[in-house]
């Protein structure tokens, strides 16, 4: 396999290869890796590979299976435009963005929908608190229609959020857990290994500015007065127990 593997990449024509998660088939549970070929790359990217891992990047359908929403196919489409060079197919999908949530900052519609969701549920409950009966369930399918439309773009907006915060107007960059264009070199000195999690690294954890022995300390202290409770909890039982000739 090793040996095929360095052929294949010697020959400049591995483009792009992206690492699928679990229950993408209806079939089958198990992961997957694309591979996608190009004999027509541009001499410049003949030494490179994009390796995409996106065994984390998915929307849920149910328990057993996942797939891509069309704007998270458009984003990793985005990716590999940016790869080969191709902007201007990038800023046609911002603009596409655009289009359909609106201009202005894509954090701040997200918020301003995220609002907007809060706000129509807490009408949909007061409106129904005051309906007669057999209003009720019109006036929540009403709002039900109104909230599902929300959470529609509230869902574009997170993709608009998340290849914008990356690549902002349009230049390529790695991305530590996600994505990185890797030399022939570089997949030399792994073995010519294929797979993309060997390449991006790992996803940096944020710091979230707790103190990791301060609040171990008081999970401590909560665990013993937690204990503390219980034990007086069983002797209450105990004695009520007694009490009752048991």
Known sequence: DKDIREQLV???????????????FYTKSL?????????????????????????NYFTVVDRTLNEWSDWQLKNMNAIV???????????????????????GDFEEILHAQEDCIKELRSEAKSAADSAAKKDKKRIQAEF??????????LTI????????SKFGDGEYQDVPGFC???????????SWSLTPGAYVGVT??????????ERMGEIHEELLKLQEESNQLMDTISQNMKEMGL
């Open 204 to 213: 940096p954890i944020e710091d979230d500015g707790v103190d990791f022995h």
């Open 10 to 24: 010697k020959t400049g024509h591995v483009d792009a290869i992206i690492s699928v998660g679990n229950n993408f």
């Open 81 to 103: 435009w940016l790869y080969r060079g191709e902007t201007e197919k990038y800023q046609q999908l911002i603009e596409e963005y655009h289009s359909v949530l609106g201009e």
């Open 31 to 55: 992961p997957c890796s694309l591979w996608f070929f190009d004999k027509g790359k541009a001499e410049e990217l003949k030494d490179k590979v994009l390796f995409i891992d996106a065994r």
């Open 144 to 153: 039900d229609e109104k909230i599902a439309e929300q959470e529609e773009q």
């Open 157 to 164: 907006a997170k993709e608009a959020v998340w290849l914008y």
């Open 180 to 190: 990185k264009i890797s030399t022939q070199t570089e997949i030399e000195e792994k």
